[in-house]
Nanobody, 115 residues
Framework: QVQLVESGGGLVQPAGSLRLSCAASGINFSFYHVGWYRQAPGKQREWVATLSSTGTTKYTDFVKGRFTISRDNAKNTEYLQMNSLKPEDTAVYYC?????????WGQGTQVTVSS
């Protein structure tokens, strides 16, 4: 079956960095677009970044210049490098892999930015 497994979350101080990973199995990963979303307590899930199967990246305004999405198709893994973290980045981060007709989601990993 299809699985997306996130790792790399945790507690970090403001201005710190974290790298999230999302390992996929059960899909032909290189044909999928990938992305990251997040959900803060009491808020709706929001889009963070996407990386197409052909290498095009897009970011929401509040992470531009701080976060970088990438992928390694040989490892069936996508990444989210997060720098200059702020307390308002605190959320559960979810990875996704999707095409025009289907999408798959990870279980989420908690990122807490606090001093």
């Amino acid at each position: 079956q299809v699985q997306l497994v996130e790792s790399g979350g945790g507690l970090v101080q403001p201005a710190g960095s974290l790298r999230l990973s999302c390992a996929a199995s059960g899909i032909n990963f290189s044909f999928y677009h990938v992305g990251w979303y997040r959900q803060a307590p009491g808020k709706q899930r929001e889009w963070v970044a996407t990386l197409s199967s052909t290498g095009t990246t897009k970011y929401t305004d509040f992470v531009k210049g701080r976060f970088t999405i990438s992928r390694d198709n040989a490892k069936n893994t996508e990444y989210l490098q997060m720098n200059s973290l702020k307390p308002e980045d605190t959320a559960v981060y979810y990875c996704t892999a999707f095409t025009n007709v289907r999408s798959y989601w990870g279980q989420g990993t908690q990122v807490t930015v606090s001093s």
